[in-house]
């Protein structure tokens, strides 16, 4: 969302098209099946517009979109208010960054919340920039503030969170932000279960990871690893205080290797060249990773 566009309200027709246009995707992406699935967009301190319950995202109308205040009331619109508006209002006062959320059933990541299997790290270069770690919030009967609560523990490291056994929630700065991270995690995750079925998934040794993160520091993307000591390059422990003290454990992929935390010396001697030697292959990967944000944001 832009600056322009917050505060126009309620009935601002162009925002109303933009959640039906993201329905669209939503659905045409097999990501939201039948009435599946929630969007929504702040655009003003004290409203937000989002889809209505039992309604196909496919097929909305401008018309559709309705508006609630922060606490879930019910503000305007002919169709009644989805009840995981709740999950979204939650994520928003928490976040105050974040103007958009879009929450849905995409089927490769919803298989990892079905299985309760945590998303391997150290594995694809741009998902290790673009989103590190997405954290397994435990379930919950949807609908309910209970639910809604069960995102907390992990809304200050993450944009995307896998929901258990339901689905996932991602969000950012504006509904095309939000939506894309969607699309790259059940994209990776479809990977991850081909890779599976090849039988073998390859992890990035400590000085790759170190480069990725570094990289990730220049292009300005924040993560968790940062700001952890404690935290393991590519052991899914960032969350581990919503875990209740322990990493979750992975069932169907091998364990990822443990090497120290980004703040802390490296284990080996060749992780010590990160940022030095031959730069050309880190300026390459800059270069593609630069071309797609830019592409991205033109669109």
Known sequence: ??????????????????????????YDKGFAAANDGNISIRVGENEVLCSPTMI?????EPEDICAVD??????????????????????????????????????HAT???????PIPQCVLPEVEVFMGEVPLAPYE???GQDFADTVIPFLKGSSTIILASHGTVSFGKDLVDAYWKTEILDSYCRILLLAKQLGNVNYFDERQ???????????????????NDDCDLC??????DGYGGAPLTAQAFPPAPTFPGYLQAPATADALGTGGGNPEPADELVSAITDQVMAALSQ
């Open 235 to 240: 052991g899914n422990t960032a969350f581990i």
């Open 111 to 117: 298989a990892f919340a079905v299985a309760g299997e």
């Open 209 to 227: 990871t170190r480069e990725l993160l570094d990289l990730k520091k220049r292009l300005g993307f924040d993560d968790p690893r940062f700001h």
């Open 70 to 107: 922060m606490e879930g009331n019910q503000i305007a619109g002919r169709r009644r208010r989805t009840s995981e508006v709740l999950l979204h209002l939650t994520i928003m006062k928490h976040r105050p960054d974040v103007k958009a959320v879009v929450h849905c059933h995409p089927p």
């Open 1 to 26: 969302m832009t600056d322009t566009q917050w505060g126009r309200g309620i009935h601002d027709r162009s925002l109303k098209e933009e959640i039906c246009e993201i329905g669209r995707r939503v």
């Open 141 to 143: 009967t949807p609908g």
């Open 56 to 60: 196909c995202k496919g097929f909305m």
